[in-house]
């Protein structure tokens, strides 16, 4: 794997010093590893000095990185020297590998750069719809990532356990209809509680495919088939089939929308990204039944504008409607998320 | 704040390109941001240049952050054209932000790079035992840091919930001991169940001096006093004391080790960590009454090299002991953890 590593010493001074009566203490490190350096000019804004390792290249071979280690502990020793008692915080960072053959790095949703534990791509493909990934990961299991958004990882039954009540609610004899919902985790939970029916549509048969064989741990042998005793999984577009419902008068006690944040269909209304939202939206609460419960994830809770935009959306629907939220820690997230029910007034 | 932003967009090829077909193709951009061009020596080894901005510097102001980005974006799309269809992948990280006043850097006990959303540091101080700081995070509250390792953060109740038995144990009427706990997570959830005596130990007045102001998700009103009807707190170090309970033959229904993961005394013993681990360890279980239970933290589920290690030293106690553990996710730790439980045979 020819990745390189980036290696980081940061440290702030608690007051300014020359850089030219501590420079030339420091390059005697560099020299010793024999690297060759270039000046830039910066017009006095500062030093910049780039380095080249013998052969022409920093990155080698593992041996190498041990060298960089060692380079930055000898910099970081001869800084606390020169600059004593000057120096009010260093600070080595883990390196940022990059162009490695596996991405371990999947920012969050709120835009903050973290690093999984991933070390193998399971499944990757591109559907006509998204391209979905399945990464493993040490800690989280299998991780399902579609169009570059983890979306479920084997660990994350605490999102399941969100989008279906947190177990207070009464599933037996009911009717159930899960938007979305491809990785069968919601299904796998539901089908243990006698329900009546529950119908699950899901665009992507690629999606089923890629989950009913590397996320065992979250679906179980639910999407071996795509019709039981209880169930059933179509694999279509929700929009024409929610209309369908709307016309044909039918109603479900729960509605449970497990689409992906960013919306995917077929159809021509989707004009932008909110209008999409408030169709399925409006289309859902709809085919819920006067008694019953609409169930969805939101976002991540620092978005807090796109959290009101979304709250104010509830608020527009042709059936006025009320909703409470919660935020709930999925593990895989590395970030708290919101979750919503909502139900008729 | 003069923090610097590192950028950096990563691609990946399909089949090797030739240098000097592509990259004449790409300074265009460069130069049209006025940035100065240096190339390195790399024998061979591929293109290594730097760019430096007009004033030599990079680091300018917010206009160019702005300008940063519609560089990555103008060196995307021209990849794109230049290397038609040969891209297999493309990859722009959110920056790291180096020397800002507030660090948002806290790496994983397994080594990831994980950035926070830590906006302000609330509390910072040296004790003669640890550095303390206490941290603002948007989505977890306030965060315990000692000496650099994120201990606790007001949104980690899984945490308090683990170490007390998950909720499944009976604390009324029964006498307990708490090892460090400075936070006062566990002692403020401990009182509710009325137990007959609860004693914390802690080293440090400094930890719960700062948490009893800026921790109250966490502690409540329970660290305004070291003395309540049923609990008091000693500061002092834990191994005298626990030796002084071995000696007066003194027994406790739940001892909870809530210690840093590295051990901080000030006694002699501390050869080494894992020794002074087994003192605490043995110590514990001794004054552990023996239908008693032990509970403590382990590690990162990662380190199973440690987790091992010190499941070891279980076997090596005094008195034999079994024990079971559990893996939590605890919100702030961005990270999988795992507890243990621990009990005389």
Known sequence: DMAVRHYTLDFNLSTAVECASVVPGLLSIF??????????????????????????????????????SQLLNSLEKKLKVILNGNIARTKKLPPLVR???????????????????IDK???????????????????????????????????????TEAITGSGKENYAGKEVLILGGGDGGILAELVKHKP????????SFMVIDGCKTHMRKTCGNILDSLRGDCYQILIE???????????????????INDLTAIPISTSPEEDSTWEFLRLILDLSI?????????????????????????????????????????????PSYLEQWVFYTAWKK
């Open 237 to 255: 577009d929700c929009v024409p089939l929610l209309k369908k419902y709307v016309r044909e008068g039918r109603t479900f006690d729960y509605v």
């Open 99 to 117: 162009g490695a053959k596996v991405d371990r790095y999947w920012p969050t949703a709120d835009g903050r750069l973290v690093e999984y534990d």
């Open 31 to 68: 020299h010793e590893q024999e690297l060759a350096e270039t000046i830039h000019d910066t017009n006095g804004h500062g030093y910049l000095a780039t380095f080249v390792g013998k052969n022409g290249r920093f990155v080698d071979n593992s041996h190498f990185s041990v060298c960089v």
């Open 286 to 330: 709809r085919v819920l039944h006067p008694k019953g419960k609409y169930f969805t994830q939101g976002n991540s809770v620092n978005l807090t504008e796109a959290l009101s935009l979304y709250e104010e959306q509830l608020g527009k629907l042709s059936c006025p409607v009320d909703f409470r939220k919660q935020v709930v820690c999925v």
């Open 121 to 159: 791509v399971v499944y990757e493909e591109d559907s006509p719809y998204q391209n979905i990934k399945i990464l493993h990961s040490k800690q989280y299991g299998n991780i399902l990532v579609l169009d570059g958004d983890v979306n479920l990882a084997e660990s994350d039954y605490a999102y």
């Open 196 to 203: 009546k029916m529950i119908t699950m549509v899901e665009i």
